[in-house]
């Protein structure tokens, strides 16, 4: 095998990228490096990284590019890793941000720097071949820099997918030191917080209905019910009233955006009114910046449904939910 197929090799697995320092391993000079970059075959996009020509501009190669360009110990963190671990709510920065060990610091031209006093190698993972933070390392550096709903929000999604436990949390924080690390208190009060997110809730939408019923006289819903259609097919429910009476569904745009998905949500209403059941469905932005009018129209569900049994007024404590 050839040196530039072997070149070619490496780049498959890494993005379409190589380093300077694989390049020379695998036979090709710094000369023989100067000359591919001269015919277009390769392109220098730092002076450690190459870039194989017609590779796919893809936003993976970006960041890993970063990554590379700021040195071998450096790896993707904050924004970006949250991104590459698919937190709920995390999309790729722009710049990629990344973290180095002191004394380096790293490459500014194509990243946001943070530096570090400590990346042990429990900290460090690779996901899809980039240098990146474990998903608790990361937590523990947003917990410094997200709005206190967004870091909520990638907590209890970390927490759901089992990506991370509370106990190695708590570890990682306390051999990072708490003292003096922004956002730390923040993290171990969400960790100590009794949220009704443990009962049950598959989202972080419906972990945020729960506490906003939570803040209110209503009854506590029962939290993914059973229902069965007229054929005795399973449909389940996010949240059930009055013994299955009223059904309430939150919906993020991720999981009903597709026509198909819209689609089956429509055979589930119909199926639901087939029923005899009372059926509501609530949006992202229902349940975030206008929490007052999803809980009036449960109120006035109830109070139709039930009657005198359901208290008709309700006022919400604050009448709104942190975002993300």
């Known amino acids: 095998m050839g040196p530039d197929t072997r070149l070619l090799a490496i780049a498959s697995d890494h993005h379409g990228l190589v380093t300077v320092a694989e390049a020379r391993r695998v036979g090709i000079s710094s000369k023989q490096i100067r000359g591919r970059v001269a015919r ?26 970063a990554v590379w360009s700021s040195g071998p110990q450096a790896v993707a963190s904050h924004g970006s890793a949250a991104w590459l671990h698919r937190l709920d ?21 194509v990243a946001m720097v943070h530096e570090t006093g400590r990346l042990d190698a429990a900290d460090r993972t690779l996901v899809t071949a980039i240098p990146t933070t474990t998903v ?34 708590r570890w990682r924080l306390e051999v990072l030191g708490t003292d003096g690390r922004s956002g730390c208190r923040r993290l171990l009060d ?15 939408l419906e972990s945020q209905f729960l506490r906003l019923f939570a803040r209110t006289a ?20 996010d949240f ?54 999803l809980i009036d129209r449960v109120t006035q569900i109830l ?18 939910l942190p975002g993300p």
Not at 40 to 64: F, K, M
Request: glycine share 8%.
């Open 40 to 65: 277009g075959t390769l392109q220098r996009t730092s002076p450690r990284v190459l870039r194989v020509a017609g590779s796919p501009r893809t936003s993976e190669q970006r960041l890993l590019e």
């Open 136 to 169: 608790t390392r990361t937590l523990v550096d947003l917990a410094g820099t997200l709005p206190l709903g967004r870091l909520e929000q990638m907590l209890d999604a970390a927490l759901r997918d089992r990506l991370t436990t509370p106990a190695r949390l």
């Open 240 to 293: 059930a009233f009055l013994e299955g009476r009223l059904i309430v569904e939150v919906s993020g745009h991720a999981t009903h955006s597709t026509r198909r998905q819209r689609q089956a949500d429509a055979e589930r209403r119909a199926e639901f009114a087939l029923l005899g059941v009372t059926h509501l469905e609530f949006t992202y932005e229902d349940l975030i910046e206008r929490p007052g009018y």
């Open 89 to 109: 709510g995390a999309i790729p920065p722009d710049p990629a941000e990344v973290l180095v060990p002191r004394p380096v610091r790293g490459n500014r031209t």
């Open 303 to 320: 109070v139709a449904l039930a009657g005198s049994q359901v208290p008709a007024q309700n006022a919400l404590r604050g009448h709104c």
């Open 190 to 204: 969400l960790l100590d917080a009794d949220h009704p997110k443990s009962a049950g809730c598959e989202s972080w």
């Open 218 to 237: 209503l009854p506590t819903p029962e939290v993914q019910r059973i229902v069965r259609d007229r054929s005795g097919r399973t449909l389940r429910a």
